[in-house]
């Protein structure tokens, strides 16, 4: 059985753990990021949890294929940040591989988190059996990662698979990234409260609704799981939400499948909770906007990563790089 | 040295020709393609061109490395076509590989035409010197070809990259693929056609443009070419028209740019004949789709393939399988 570490840079902790070419994680842990102690203290914490994770395994360096690293914003071939992540002070230029790589020897394979779960997918999740996959992220915000050909596609500089920004709707939501009408303004989330909330601001016709007495009277309170709670006891507010959400996802879906007829798009993040009230509608949605010969060979299914994708998509960068 | 042979299958006539591994093509030859005499009758000729073009090279079978076939419609791994190129009889589920190696004993790779022109752009064109590019064929209606990691990306089944379908506009012009508002109703030559004469039915106060008088008077002799020449002599409604289209084909490649952060956007096909006007224009309103830190390092260039581009798309097939 051959190792890998696995390391998940969040914003506020750094998660690592062991992981074996099953896919089984083990030693998880956690130590605080300190992002607002800039890049190479950051990069100083990464190195000391992989000691740490070494010694907690029971292992040497040299029973490991190498590391992974899993990190917010983009990262070149080279393991260089190339941009985003600004939550860590200095992020873009940082080095991840040579601290590592000087420390302990490992071959180090580095890419954008979200994007790398798309390989965890592929490897012990929703996309095994299959070469081609696209999934998406829906969270706070819209993310998302391509496979193609069996192998992650990181694009040009790491940036490849930000299909939250995606433009679905003419004139649609100002976005923060400067667009209107990006995917993620309408399918992320914070989308699916704010669609609610401008659902009852436009339009009477509601106040039956829980849910709109709720955003009337508690506004604040209100979270995408909350909307999909409501949803499932059959609000109708909650359910015209998800209907507005899903035909916009359907519309980013459908672009995708005709670009990249995939065998596979996995529909993973925290909005996915909600399950089958998704899926279901997305695949009716998705249709009108798919070419019928691509739409009917490519499934729309549920993510399988949950809580250690992170982890498991960092140590499947290790894998598919170094796995031999 | 090393040779292949390219064929370039299309309703009309199979065109084949010998390919060395720099890109050089010699021997071009055609044949009438017999369509309507059915599938297996079109492989008989595709079998026989290929056995002129041996001759006519003076070499032997096995100074080949292979055979490239680029076709219409889809072709699976195995060789197989899988649909489209409705305008051949009985063409979905022929076999391509097995008739060309059973007399030859060549290896042979085949995949839909305008996908494996990327595939040439990327060898011997616009996309050499980088590994990521996604092609734009602007013609009679509009197809496209993705090259992911130095490697023509075919998609499941081979139906990648149908990205004249990618919707652009919500509830827009209706597509014969049964969308709305697919890209291909504005980019492609047909497209423009038909946006130029809509707008003189739609609105007045175009009356002094030349373009307006033809539509008028000679509709049936209005062409993208001449429209673009009109253009090219300042006609206000011809220009109109380009910002049109560029605005529509600015936001499908502003979507691949987000989803692929490829290193080169290519455009290539007829409607390209018009040159920076189209190019100059897209540069701009893609501009407005594309997340940017990945827009300003992605570049959007002219192709480099002409008359010639389906047999060297065809035999870069067969260098990219065998070539070694």
């Known amino acids: 059985m051959k190792f890998a570490i696995g390391i998940d840079l969040g914003g506020t902790t750094i998660k690592g753990a062991v992981m074996d070419s099953n896919g089984v994680v083990t030693n998880v ?70 601290p590592i790589k000087n420390k302990y020897g490992f071959n180090v394979s580095a890419a954008n988190d979200v994007t790398a779960v798309a390989l965890a997918e592929l490897m012990y999740g929703a996309g095994r059996g299959v070469n081609n ?63 609610a909330k401008h659902i009852v601001q436009l339009g009477s016709g509601w106040d039956d609704c829980e849910l709109c007495k709720l955003i009337k009277t508690e506004p604040d309170a209100v979270t995408c799981k909350l909307i999909y709670e409501l949803a499932a006891k059959g609000d109708k507010l909650a359910l015209r939400v998800n209907e507005d959400a899903c035909e916009m996802l359907g519309r ?53 990563m949950e809580e250690d994708a992170g982890v498991m998509g960092a140590g499947a960068l290790a894998f598919e790089a170094f796995g031999g």
Chains 1, 2 share one sequence.
């Open 29 to 98: 842990t956690r130590v605080p990021t300190e992002a607002d102690k800039g890049a190479p203290r950051v990069m100083e914490n990464i190195v000391a949890l992989i000691g740490d994770l070494i010694k907690a395994s029971g292992k040497t360096p040299q029973d490991f294929i190498g590391a992974g690293v899993c990190v917010p914003g983009f990262v070149d071939e080279n393991g260089i940040v190339v941009g985003g992540g600004e939550q860590i002070k200095g992020w873009t230029g940082t080095d991840i591989y040579t």
């Open 252 to 304: 980013a879906i459908g672009i995708l499948m005709n670009t990249m007829a995939p065998d596979r798009v996995i529909l993973g993040g925290g909005v996915m909770m909600a399950g089958d009230i998704i899926l279901n509608e997305v695949k009716k949605t998705s249709a009108n906007y798919c070419w019928p010969a691509i739409y009917e060979r490519c499934e729309i299914v549920r993510a399988q």
């Open 133 to 195: 996959i696209v999934c998406f992220a829906l969270g706070t915000g819209v993310g998302g990662g391509i496979v193609t050909d069996g192998k992650l596609y990181k694009g040009t500089h790491g940036m490849a698979a930000e299909i939250g920004h995606i433009v679905v709707e003419t004139n649609g939501l100002p976005c923060n990234c400067g667009q209107y009408g990006c995917v993620e303004r309408y399918a992320s989330a914070t989308g699916i409260v704010n669609m």
